[in-house]
Each structure stands twice: as structure tokens, then as C-alpha cells.
């Protein structure tokens, strides 16, 4: 038996305060706090860490607050297409969804496939018929759709036609959550609408399994955020894990060399959420902040978005 922990994040698009009303710094607040406690029930009630991560996403997909499900950011042609995977640490069983344009909860499609095991990736429509032949609920894509996310696309055209600079806000989003159950397994899950403009069936790191997800029993869970295609090209789930597992780098040098060096380089806005084997936890990133969410050993949990820390109530 081990220790329990959880962390989550809801991507490093989070820019100066006054970006957001408090309405929505609160409401953001409240709904990670609502996935670190739907995540940590499933730990509590001695449940595997791939049921934490996937019940803790689920709760992120289903928020407006986040670009994943209901809120996920519109591509250049305003369609959403939505990625997700997750990845069993204990077993190295994974599942990933592509370009689904349907699926209301692609985490749950990513797991449903994972279990399935004829295929690690599916991709567009055939995703999204693989989900409706498993019964899982597929929306019109209206249902993904806010104000938000509208006025996030016009703005991003208006940046490309004044050949101007958008945000970290602008860019990034995707939720992801990393576990360690009691008997030691860790597990990783990443779901994302990519990012705003994105070209027409561009797949980002997110479902890429190794890249913005990655998880592996004695090592670490990774799940990341930020411009995808660097994490792609680094590995970059992998590659904390190698550094961990062959350069003996704790989890904490091995993920802050990643954001702060490596891919700092490039000047893409990154962060990401591991957790070792014995549960620590990191959540590095280089944006102006991270939407981000813990549970301690001895079961405290708290939320931040900058530099301040929220405390919240698990039960
Ligand atoms: N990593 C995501 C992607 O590239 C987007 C993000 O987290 O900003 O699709």
C-alpha cells in the first residue's frame, strides 16, 4: 500500500487577472475543485488511478471554464475537433481519440477504447462512430460552442490579418490529471479542443501518448499543456521519464529542465503536471500562470491559478 495523491490542471493559458470576471476566476476555481474531488473519491474508495484521472477530467470537459468538451476552442474553419487519450501506467494500456468533432466526453471514448484494445489512436469520424457504436453520447457542435470560444477565434483572425502577436490566453488550454492509487499504479489523462485557430485536422500532443501524456508504474504520470507540436517533437512525457528512470533526476529536475530549458528555448508558452512514485508532485509552467489543482498525502486539496494558492474542500 502507498500513499494516495491527484493533481490536475486546466492548462497554462491563464493570463493577468483582469482577463476574467471574478464570476469566472470562480467559477474555474470551483470546477477544478469539483474534479480533485471526483478524482480523489475514486482513489479513497480504493479504485485504480485510471478511474481517478478519467472521473477528474470528465468533471474539466464538462466545465465551460476549460478547452476541453463543452468550451473547447474553435479551428480556423470554427469546427471544434477534439483530442483526448489516457494511459494505464500499471499495464502501459493506453487510448487516444483524434479530431472527433462529436463526442461529448472524449476522455470517456479515450478509456472505452483503451479497454477495447484493438487500437491505441482513432481519428475523426471513425472516433466518433467508434463512440456511438460503445453508447456514449455524441453532441451537435453547438453543444462544445461559447461565447468565449467565438469571440477567442475572431480574435486570433484579427491578430493573423494585423500580422499582430495573441496572448498565452488566447493560445492555450487543455485539462489533464495525473494519480497515484494505493496500491501504487499511476495513471495519466489529457483532453483538449487544441488550440484557437488551429488548422483544419491538426492533432496536437494531447492524445499523442509519450508526448502530452504519458504515465509508467515505478516512474512518473505526465499530462501537459501548451504549444503541442513542441511536445511532441521532445517526447516530452518520455522524456521525463527517461531522465527520471535513467538519469536518476527527481521528478522536479527532470520536468522544470523540460519547461524552463528545453522548451523555453523555442519561446512556446508549456507547463505540465507529473507525479513521481511516490506521489510528489510538480506542476511547472512558464505562462503567466497554470490552472492547476492538488491533493496532499494527508488529503488537503487546493487550487491555484497564479502565484496564490487556494485552499478547498474535498469532502
Ligand atoms: N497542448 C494543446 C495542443 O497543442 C493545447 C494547449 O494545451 O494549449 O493541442
Given at each position: 500500500m502507498t500513499g494516495i495523491a491527484l493533481a490536475i490542471h486546466g492548462g497554462c493559458g491563464v493570463m493577468s487577472q483582469d482577463t476574467m470576471t471574478a464570476e469566472e476566476w470562480d467559477g474555474a476555481r470551483r470546477d477544478m475543485a469539483a474534479a480533485l474531488r471526483a478524482g480523489y473519491a475514486q482513489l479513497k474508495a480504493g479504485r485504480h488511478a485510471i478511474d481517478a484521472v478519467e472521473a477528474a477530467v470528465l468533471v474539466m470537459e464538462d466545465?465551460?471554464?476549460?478547452?476541453?468538451?463543452?468550451g473547447a476552442a474553435l479551428n480556423e474553419n470554427g469546427v471544434h475537433e477534439l483530442d483526448a487519450s489516457i494511459m494505464n501506467g500499471a499495464t502501459l494500456e493506453a487510448g487516444a481519440i483524434s479530431a472527433s468533432r462529436a463526442i461529448r466526453n472524449p476522455i470517456k471514448a479515450a478509456r472505452v477504447l483503451m479497454e477495447d484494445g484493438r487500437a491505441v489512436y482513432l481519428t475523426g469520424p471513425a472516433a466518433d462512430r467508434f463512440a456511438q457504436e460503445k453508447g456514449l453520447q455524441l453532441e451537435p457542435q453547438s453543444y462544445f460552442t461559447t461565447p468565449k470560444r467565438v469571440e477567442a477565434l475572431a480574435a486570433m483572425k484579427r491578430h493573423a490579418a494585423a500580422g499582430t502577436e495573441a496572448s498565452e490566453n488566447e493560445k492555450h488550454g487543455t485539462v489533464g490529471a495525473v494519480a497515484l492509487d494505493a496500491a501504487g499504479h499511476l495513471a495519466a489523462a489529457t483532453s483538449t479542443g487544441g488550440y484557437t485557430n488551429k488548422p483544419d485536422g491538426r492533432v496536437g500532443d494531447s492524445p499523442v501518448i509519450g508526448a502530452g501524456t504519458y504515465a509508467r508504474d515505478g516512474v512518473c504520470a505526465v499530462s501537459g499543456t501548451g504549444k503541442g507540436e513542441l511536445f511532441i517533437r521532445y517526447v516530452l512525457g518520455h522524456e521525463i521519464a527517461s531522465r527520471i528512470a535513467?538519469?536518476?533526476?527527481?521528478i522536479a529536475t527532470a520536468a522544470e529542465g523540460l519547461i524552463n530549458e528545453d522548451l523555453a528555448r523555442h519561446q512556446i508558452g508549456a507547463g505540465l503536471i507529473a507525479i513521481d512514485a511516490e506521489g510528489v508532485i510538480v506542476a511547472p509552467y512558464n505562462t503567466p500562470g497554470m490552472f492547476r489543482g492538488w491533493v496532499t498525502p494527508e488529503g488537503r486539496a487546493f487550487v491555484a491559478t497564479h502565484e496564490e494558492v487556494h485552499e478547498v474542500e474535498l469532502f
Open positions: 466545465s465551460a471554464h476549460f478547452n476541453a468538451g463543452h535513467y538519469l536518476k533526476q527527481d
